[in-house]
T-cell receptor, first 113, second 115 residues
Framework: SQTIHQWPATLVQPVGSPLSLECTVEGTSNPNLYWYRQAAGRGLQLLFYSVGIGQISSEVPQNLSASRPQDRQFILSSKKLLLSDSGFYLC????????????FGAGSRLTVL | AQSVTQLGSHVSVSEGALVLLRCNYSSSVPPYLFWYVQYPNQGLQLLLKYTSAATLVKGINGFEAEFKKSETSFHLTKPSAHMSDAAEYFCAVSDLRSGYSTLTFGKGTMLLVSP
C-alpha cells in the first residue's frame, strides 16, 4: 500500500535560519506531489506542486523553494526564515488521477521565533 | 480558478444533534468536490468525494454530502453528532493550475461538540 512520510514533525527555528522539510512517498511511482501551508485562519494555501523529477511549479513566490531530487522525494526549503513562515506544512500526493483525490502526510509544524 | 466558501468558521452542536457544515463552490467546469477532516496536529483525511455520479455521497464515520448544482452547494451532514466528530472540516474543489490538477480548499469550519 501507499504511504507518505513527513519529517520533522515539529521544528522551532530562529528568524534568518535555513529550513529543510522532507516528504517521501512509498508504494507508488511518478506521483504528483504537493506542498500546502496551513496558517491560522487562512485555510490551506498551495505552495508548490511537482509532476516529476526536477519539475516544480510555484504558486506563491516567497522565500521558500521546493525540489524533487528523486521520484518519490519532495523537499521544501528556505535559506532565511521569516516570522511569517510559521505554520503547519502538509505534503500530499495524488492517488486517483480520475477524481483528483489528494492523500496528505501527517504534517510538519514550524515555529519561527 | 475555482473557489470554495465555507460558511461559518466555527459550528457548535450538542452530542446527538444534527451536524450541518456549509460549502458553496465556484467552478467554470463540472466540479469534483471533496470534504476532508483534520484532527489536531494531524494531516487531512478524506471523508467523501463527489465525482459526477450520484448527487448524494456517503462517506466515512456516518457523514454524507449532497451536490446541488442549482445552488452551487455541497453541504456536509451527519444525523447525530459524536464527541469524536470534533475536528476541523475542509471543503475542496478540483482545480487546474497551468494544466495540472490540484485542489482548492475553503478556509475550514471547526466543529465543536458538547456533551
Amino acid at each position: 500500500s501507499q504511504t507518505i512520510h513527513q519529517w520533522p514533525a515539529t521544528l522551532v527555528q530562529p528568524v534568518g535560519s535555513p529550513l529543510s522539510l522532507e516528504c517521501t512517498v512509498e508504494g507508488t511511482s511518478n506521483p504528483n506531489l504537493y506542498w500546502y501551508r496551513q496558517a491560522a485562519g487562512r485555510g490551506l494555501q498551495l505552495l508548490f506542486y511537482s509532476v516529476g523529477i526536477g519539475q516544480i511549479s510555484s504558486e506563491v513566490p516567497q522565500n521558500l523553494s521546493a525540489s524533487r531530487p528523486q521520484d518519490r522525494q519532495f523537499i521544501l526549503s528556505s535559506k532565511k526564515l521569516l516570522l511569517s513562515d510559521s505554520g503547519f506544512y502538509l505534503c500530499a500526493w495524488r492517488v486517483d488521477s480520475g477524481a483528483n483525490v489528494l492523500t496528505f502526510g501527517a504534517g510538519s509544524r514550524l515555529t519561527v521565533l | 480558478a475555482q473557489s470554495v466558501t465555507q460558511l461559518g468558521s466555527h459550528v457548535s452542536v450538542s452530542e446527538g444533534a444534527l451536524v450541518l457544515l456549509r460549502c458553496n463552490y465556484s467552478s467554470s467546469v463540472p466540479p469534483y468536490l471533496f470534504w476532508y477532516v483534520q484532527y489536531p496536529n494531524q494531516g487531512l483525511q478524506l471523508l467523501l468525494k463527489y465525482t459526477s455520479a450520484a448527487t448524494l455521497v456517503k462517506g466515512i464515520n456516518g457523514f454524507e454530502a449532497e451536490f446541488k448544482k442549482s445552488e452551487t452547494s455541497f453541504h456536509l451532514t451527519k444525523p447525530s453528532a459524536h464527541m469524536s466528530d470534533a475536528a476541523e472540516y475542509f471543503c475542496a474543489v478540483s482545480d487546474l493550475r497551468s494544466g495540472y490538477s490540484t485542489l482548492t480548499f475553503g478556509k475550514g469550519t471547526m466543529l465543536l461538540v458538547s456533551p
